[in-house]
C-alpha cells in the first residue's frame, strides 16, 4: 500500500490538523491500516489520528483519505462525538411488563 499526503491544513481552533492523502491499492484499505501508515508517515501516535473519510472510485485503484490529527488526547475527547450508550434497564422492563 503506498500513501501520498496531497494536504496539510493546520486548525488551530480544533487543535490539530487537517489532512488529505491517496492511497493507490486495490481493495479499499481498513481505518486501522491507513491511521497506522499516517502515523508512520507523520510520526505522530495512532492513538490521535481519526479517519474522517475514505472514497474509492469504481474502476480506479486510489482511494481518497479524509482524516485528522488532534495534538492531544484532551483535544480529541472534546471535539470528536461520542457514541450513545444502549439503555439496557429500559429494555428489560420492557420486556418484562409485556409479558
Known amino acids: 500500500m503506498e500513501?501520498?499526503?496531497?494536504?496539510?491544513?493546520?486548525?488551530p481552533?480544533?487543535?490539530?490538523?487537517?489532512?488529505?492523502?491517496?492511497?493507490?491499492?486495490?481493495?479499499?484499505?481498513?481505518?486501522a491500516v491507513i491511521r497506522e501508515e499516517l502515523a508512520k508517515k507523520t510520526g505522530r501516535p495512532v492513538e490521535l489520528i481519526v479517519i474522517k473519510s475514505i472514497y474509492q472510485t469504481y474502476?480506479?485503484?486510489?482511494?481518497?483519505?479524509?482524516?485528522?490529527?488532534y495534538n492531544d488526547a484532551d483535544a480529541m475527547k472534546k471535539f470528536e462525538a461520542h457514541p450513545k450508550k444502549k439503555?439496557?434497564?429500559?429494555?428489560?422492563?420492557?420486556?418484562?411488563?409485556k409479558k
Open 13 to 31: 481552533l480544533l487543535m490539530g490538523e487537517e489532512i488529505k492523502a491517496v492511497v493507490l491499492e486495490k481493495t479499499t484499505p481498513s481505518n
Open 87 to 97: 439503555k439496557t434497564q429500559g429494555t428489560e422492563n420492557a420486556a418484562e411488563e
Open 59 to 69: 474502476g480506479k485503484d486510489e482511494s481518497k483519505i479524509r482524516a485528522f490529527i
Open 3 to 11: 500513501l501520498k499526503i496531497e494536504e496539510r491544513k493546520e486548525k
